[in-house]
C-alpha cells in the first residue's frame, strides 16, 4: 500500500513533517476546478467525516480491544463519550506520528506515539481540545473545505449546491486533504479555552494542559530523547499558549508549578 506523505496537526496545528506513517491508502491526485455557493449542512459534514475515518481506519493499523493502548484510552475516556452532548467513539491508530484528530460525526482518532510521551491528565487535556474543535464546528469547516479540494468538480457539477456522492479514491483525497487542514487562530484559542474548562469542570489537573504544550515547545526546539522521532520541523506557538493556560490556573488559584517541564525518555504506554 502506498504511503502518502502528509502535514499533521497536533492540538489543531499543522506540523511540517519529513517521516509520516499514517496512510490514507492511495489517493489520486485530483485538481479542484472549483465551485460556486455549496448547500452545506450538518448532516453532510457527520456524513463525510464518517466516510474519510472509516477509509483511515481501513488504511491504519488499530490497536485491539485488550491492546495497552486502548485499555489506557478508555480509562481514561470511557465516560466523556457523551460529553456535552455530543457522542464520541475513541480509537487508536498505532503510528510513528505524534498527534491527535477529531471530526465532526465525533470520531476521535489518538495516535500511539503521542499516547507515549503524554501522562494520563496531559491525555485528557488533548482530547479535550479536541472535543472543543467539535462542539464549536469548526471540524465542519474543515471536512467541507477537504471535500471541496476532493471533489474535483467539472463546469456542470460546480453549478450544484448539494454534497455529491465521492468514490474511493476521491475519500482517500478528503481523508488526506482533513488530516491536512488547519484551524484558524481564534478557533485553536477557543479549543484551547474549551479543554480548559473540561478540565476544570471535571477536576482534572488544569496544569496538565499547561505541560501538554511545554512538551510540544521542547519538540519543536528540536530535543532529541530516546524512544521519540522528531515528526514536526516548528510549533511556534506552543510556548505562548503554555503561557496562557498559566495565567487561566493563576487567576483561578488552580496553579502547582509542575517544576521543569521534560520529554520522558521511555513510554507512557505500557
Known sequence: MKKIIIGVFLLGTICGAN????SLGKAVDVVS????A????????????????????????IAGPKDPYTV????LFGKHKTQDGLNLNYKVYKVKDINAFACADGSVRVFSSLMDMMTDDELLAVIGHEIGHVKNQDTKDAIKSAYLKAAALDAASSASSTVSTLNESQIGKMANAFVDASHSKKQESEADDYSYNFMKANHYNVVAEYTAFKKLALLSEGSTQSGF??????????????QNIKKKAEKDGLWKDPGTVTLPTTKLTK
Not at 476546478?33 to 460556486?36: A, F, L, N, T, V
Not at 455549496?38 to 493499523?61: P, R
Not at 489506557?72 to 480509562?75: D, P, T
Not at 522521532?229 to 503554555?242: G, L
Request: avoid cysteine.
Open 229 to 242: 522521532q522528531k515528526m514536526f520541523n516548528s510549533h511556534p506557538d506552543s510556548e505562548k499558549r503554555a
Open 33 to 36: 476546478k472549483g465551485s460556486k
Open 72 to 75: 489506557r484510552l478508555n480509562k
Open 19 to 22: 517521516a509520516q506513517k499514517i
Open 38 to 61: 455549496l448547500s452545506f449542512t450538518n448532516e453532510d459534514a457527520i456524513k463525510l467525516s464518517k466516510e474519510s475515518v472509516d477509509y483511515m481506519d481501513k488504511n491504519n493499523e
